[in-house]
């Protein structure tokens, strides 16, 4: 069975690079992928309104907010048909933004879900080898945490029974969260030997997600097998201080003054006044100023001529108000003796 499935997916990549030979085939896997991330995102929606806190769904049992192996398969195909060292290739972009959704934000429900997101997570290492993969770190030490004692929030729904209970096995992948365990000290072997003491103990999250999981390890092969993963991921040098943003003080937040400030105004020297006399420059400059004063005084006049008639015709309508009212309500009475007596002349 194992052999013929393979077969099917060789067969199934094959076609897929046939695809990708095609003129159009950027425009046609960026919609595909753009269907994938709405759908997604309704799962996720679905997920916070079916699903209860302990994890169970009595509409549908079996539904998880993971995507199906179907699309996983198709994601990983892509790495191999297009450029992944390409920054401006747009399928592999939109692919990458789509697989890391999927692990800042999937929960999961079951062992599938966990086998899934690690499949996604090696995805997104292949996709990028130089590139910081948050998303795989978060997702990694939140099962790591759940593997350890229920600390990962987004896989407390998961059955962590005795069966599973994180044994690692070794010998193989064939039982559950045994081999998704194993799996999982491979990604972390492989994001230590390349990014362990680089970033200033970016990994320390993990490595001690890893100390915890080794506590719960049965065996000798599954206690070193997770020892050598937290070791990996260690970091022993010193953490860097984090450098919050400084209040921006007054000169930063002042406006720029477009006039500048002189403090000595007499050796200043306006552009306009350059190569005239010296009695023709104050002439100008008095002129300059006589200007500025005398809209400065209109614009004042304006605004006090526009407050003096605000207050003018509140006080007229203040004064003029207690009869206006005396006369509607004469008004509305004549009216009403009208409208009877016109009645009186209906009925005869």
């Known amino acids: 069975d194992n052999v013929m499935r393979r077969a099917q997916m060789d067969g199934i990549r094959g076609l897929l690079y046939e695809a990708v030979r095609d003129v159009d085939a950027a425009g046609v896997w960026g919609r595909r992928l753009g269907v994938f991330d709405r759908r997604w995102e309704k799962k996720a929606r679905d997920y916070e309104v079916m699903v209860d806190r302990d994890g169970s769904c009595d509409a549908d049992p079996a539904f998880s907010s993971f995507p199906e192996w179907g699309e996983v398969e198709v994601l990983r195909s892509l790495g191999e048909c297009f450029s992944t060292s390409d920054a401006d290739n747009t399928v592999v972009a939109a692919a990458t933004t789509a697989v890391g959704k ?194 400065a005084a209109k614009r004042e006049l304006h605004r006090d001529g526009i407050t003096i008639e605000k207050a003018r015709r509140e006080e007229a309508e203040a004064r003029g108000g207690a009869q206006k009212k005396k006369r509607h309500e004469n008004f509305a009475w004549l009216e009403g003796e009208q409208a009877t007596i016109n009645q009186q002349v209906r009925q005869g």
């Open 102 to 295: 999927v692990l800042a934000g999937a929960k999961g429900r079951s062992v599938d879900d966990v086998k899934i997101g690690l499949v996604l997570a090696e995805t997104m290492l292949n996709y990028h080898e130089e590139r910081w993969c948050a998303e795989v770190l978060g997702f990694m030490v939140d099962l790591a945490g759940a593997m350890a004692g229920g600390r990962g929030r987004r896989f407390r729904a998961v059955e962590w029974d005795g069966r599973v209970a994180p044994e690692l096995k070794v010998r193989g992948d064939d039982e559950g969260l045994r081999g998704c365990a194993g799996f999982l000290c491979d990604l972390a072997v492989r994001l230590g030997a390349k990014w362990s003491g680089k970033d200033g103990g970016a990994l320390r999250p993990l490595a001690d997600a890893l100390c915890h999981l080794k506590e719960k390890a049965v065996g000798d092969e599954a206690s070193s097998r997770v020892s050598a993963a937290a070791a990996a991921v260690a970091y022993d040098g010193p953490v860097p201080t984090v450098r919050l943003r400084h209040k921006k003080t007054a000169e930063e937040t002042m406006v720029k003054s477009l006039e500048p400030r002189v403090d000595e105004e007499k050796k200043y020297a306006h552009t306009k006044d350059k190569g005239k006399e010296k009695q023709a420059a104050i002439r100008d400059k008095l002129k300059r100023e006589f200007k500025r004063n005398k809209k």
